[in-house]
């Protein structure tokens, strides 16, 4: 059985997800390291509520 095809999350070249690629789902160390660079320098984000706005959060119970 052929492993799956899938594309580089940074280039998207197309590699099989198998042992021959130890840096997947991406192509490359190269790839790999782009991508946390821009994980780190905030160009990917998550959406949703910061955590601090949770902590801050008047809804909050607070303690007696």
């Not at 099989?16 to 192509?27: G, T, V």
């Not at 994980?39 to 984000?45: D, I, L, V």
């Amino acid at each position: 059985m052929s492993a799956p095809k899938i594309k580089c999350p940074t280039c998207t070249r197309v590699i099989e997800y198998s042992d021959q690629y130890p840096h997947r789902p991406f192509c490359s160390e190269r790839c790999k390291l782009i991508d946390l660079g821009e994980w780190a320098s905030e160009k990917h984000k998550i959406e949703g509520n910061s955590i601090y706005d949770d902590l801050l959060s008047d809804d909050l119970e607070q303690p007696d």
